[in-house]
């Protein structure tokens, strides 16, 4: 770990709660007095996409977050008529540009921290403004993995 940042117990349950269980639609992970990632904001089963985007920049504009997205989608395979359900995972670093670069060091070094505490996880996404974190790129990202 080359940050040194821990991940807390409490992000792996509730990891565990969002992927097994379907508890939630997100999560937002900040570090905590530069020592150990936790959780700060989770995000109700139905809660909408943009609500993840406001919780992710509430603490100000020059601050970097992490989080965990349970993504639903509707996927068509060519030559086929029916549409499936898609459900995908990903995990997003969210450093904007006016974050200071000792903050944006320590998010960008201790993201594996998170990465190796989150294995099922389908897709990571790097955002530093948002337009890289808007709905429609992180849906084009996650369907890029998609079977055509």
């Not at 609500?51 to 060519?78: I, M, N, P, V, W």
């Not at 996404?125 to 079977?147: F, N």
Request: aromatic fraction near 10%.
């Amino acid at each position: 770990m080359a940050s040194g940042v821990t991940v807390s117990d409490v992000c792996k349950t509730t990891y565990e709660e969002i992927k097994k269980d379907k508890k939630h639609r997100y999560v937002v992970f900040h570090i905590k007095d530069e020592k150990q990632i936790d959780v700060e904001y989770i995000g109700d089963r139905n809660a909408a996409y943009d609500s993840f985007l406001e919780d992710l920049q509430k603490a100000g504009t020059g601050e970097c977050r992490y989080g965990l997205f349970d993504f639903e989608y509707t996927h068509q395979c060519q030559g086929t008529s029916e549409a499936s359900k898609k459900q995908k995972l990903f995990l997003m670093s969210w450093c904007p540009d006016t974050a200071k670069v000792k903050q944006k060091m320590l998010y960008s070094s201790s993201f594996d921290a998170l990465k190796k505490s989150t294995l099922g996880v389908q897709k990571y996404i790097q955002a530093t403004d948002l337009s890289e974190a808007s709905q429609e790129a992180v849906e084009e990202k996650l369907r890029s993995t998609d079977r055509q």
